[in-house]
């Protein structure tokens, strides 16, 4: 069986798209309902299962109605793909998912022998990164194996696997976004020396800090959202950056501040993708405007009830996407 997807095109920002989100009406959908036929063999088929050849992507699904669908890397930059399947006699879609999917009978269910077994397919392309612009070709590739077994559940002589292709197709995509200003990309905050009797408890701040900002430049009618991740302990997604591996100090961490705001950045994944845990909304760029600066503040914070006097280090990345 082969499937082909349809055409997509993208032209817009580069992350207007949720990680998981099908692109655009790229769906194939085909029926056979003989892909194994026994009329001239001297057994029945009596089940049916699909065998997924890709390992999913981690952390990205797809859910379609009551279906979640594992994600599988299609080979171009920020598009995989997703396989539904079913029998062509029943209605709702199953996902192909490792280790294996039965499709017929349906699970839960029970049927007997058959003189042919058939599949309905449907694949979808899925959104599992920022879209890079270019013409992206995604290569012709076999994606399941289809497989028909007797009442025992054991392979019938003379009816061989079936491979499941996901046909070559052409991605085009035109993405806007920005870049990070040279100022930006690397920086080194200093913030003064402070003494451990300004702290009053967990939790309590002094009133050292520092000022640094960072800045993009966009293309027009970008739509800026902003992650900052701790970049020493990346699951982080309190609102106090953790010490560094130079740091000798103990009990201190940091908190950052968007200037002019009281409560402090909480951190999140180190993700461009859309509605990433912790991110927040910047400003959007224009014709006339192009420009978009953060301005941050950095404060020492006491994390635990006794703190160890040392060195302070901390290390933090910010990931921008453009929706």
Known sequence: MRITTKPYSHSGPADSNWLGQQLGNSTGIQTDYWVFNFDSCYSYGYFSFAYPVDSPIPGITHNAGNTSYPVYPTGAPGIGYVVGIKDPKLGEWLSVKPPY??????????????????????????????????????????????????????????????????????????????????????????????????????????????????????????????????????????????????????????????????????????????????????????????NITIPFQAQYVQTKPKIETGKVEALSTITFSYQ
Not at 182 to 201: H, I, R, W, Y
């Open 101 to 290: 999917q039965q499709v017929f009978p349906r699970p839960g269910t029970s049927a007997g022998a058959q003189s042919s077994l058939g599949f309905s397919v449907e694949m979808k392309l899925i959104a599992t990164d920022r879209l890079k612009t270019g013409s992206h070709t995604i290569p012709s590739k076999v994606v399941a194996t289809l497989r028909a077994t007797d009442k025992n559940n054991q392979r019938i002589p003379r009816i061989d696997d079936v491979n499941l292709w996901l046909n070559s197709t052409v991605v085009n995509v035109k993405a806007s976004g920005c870049t990070v200003t040279p100022g930006s990309v690397l920086q080194t905050v200093s913030l003064p020396p402070a003494n451990t009797t300004e702290f009053s408890g967990v939790g309590s701040s002094t009133a050292q800090s520092a000022r640094f900002s960072v800045g993009v430049d966009c293309d027009p009618d970008i739509s800026v959202y902003a992650t900052m991740t701790d970049a020493t302990t990346p699951a982080n997604t309190s609102e106090t950056l953790s010490l560094g591996r130079g740091s000798s100090a103990d009990g201190i961490g940091l908190k950052l501040y968007k200037s002019g705001e009281s409560t402090p950045v909480k951190f999140g994944p180190d993700s461009s993708g859309k509605n990433n845990t912790n991110q927040w909304y910047v400003g959007k760029s224009s014709t006339g405007n192009r």
